[in-house]
């Protein structure tokens, strides 16, 4: 799936940008402050929505600017419409001066940012921008972070309920091996079965030693082990 | 002497097993499938040998040692566990026992613990 390109303006490469605008003077207005800004950007501007998800879907675009009010959808639909598509870019939406209220809405349903047509001006533009994409980004990556966390603490739980009938069948056939002598054919049938729940066994170590340490050390950042308990000696009696 | 053991876990194939496989090595062994009914049991029983699975209903392997450690500190205490981690084992120092085994084991290890713990508590009454 695409994401969002995490560089953010200013830096070499152009940053893709999606207006989604019907008014060809609004447009024309996102177009100048832009440029104005100075910094590399390569637009492309669609004026109804269908045509918006047809382009983001043919294309990699790393930001959507996207007013709400399309000859094809009205309101937060719009954003909802985009967002579904496309969960992984970040949308900026233009608002007019009556309906910030729908920006804020818009904001809690995906949007990264509204903002103001009539406050438009090259700075605000170019920060807007560059810091949805950049949030996006950070967002993006929480997420998979916490997808791998979910996935690796399932994984751990497996194995932890594979652990209980492994040492119930590990158990039973060493009690069998012990009731028959060695020179009985089924004495090697149980050795084999014990063998490979030692195999098993060992899969599902190597896949907790995994899930252990990512889930609670390495991710999210900090790798946090308290040394002194880690090191420690078991506190076994001594004995003279 | 006393060669009773206590076995505590949720698992009925696994307190089975291990009920049967002490008993036959000449084990006298009593069995509770929580913390609750294990505490009761010591109530009536001199045990001083036990097995306790870490995971539990209700009250936990660790919380369950921590409770029988205070009235008993020479008993020899193991820890039975499908899942280790640096956390957990840290916990099973701090609650007193004396040593863990992780699941799936071999049923002989079990017997070296239980026979080893039986010949120190009679060094140690010997002190």
Redesign the interface.
Known sequence: MYTADPRPIGTEKPVRLLIVEDDPGDARLVRLALTESGHPCEMEVAERVSTALERLHDSVFDLVLLDMGLPDSQGIDTVSKVHAECPNIPIVVLTGLDDEDIGVQAVRIGAQEYLVKEDISSNLLKRTITYAIERKQAEEERLEREKLQSILEIAGAVCHELNQPMQAISGYSEMLMADISKDNPLYEDFKEIKRQIVRMADITKKLMRITRYETRDYIGGTKIIDIDKAIEVPKVPKVS | MNNTILVVDD?E??RN??E??FT?AGYTVHSAESGEEALEILKQENIQVMFLDL?LPGMSGVELCTKIRKDKP?ALIYAMT??????EL?DC?EAGF??YF???????VLFKAAEDAFE?IE??KK?
Do not use: C, G, Q, V
Not at chain 2, 82 to 87: E, G, K, Q, R
Not at chain 2, 102 to 108: M, Q, S, V, W
């Open positions: 698992e194939a696994i097993l291990l049967r496989a036959k995971k020479i499908a899942y280790t981690s640096l956390f840290a120092r004396d040593d992780t699941k799936p084991f071999e049923l002989k120190k060094r140690w002190r």
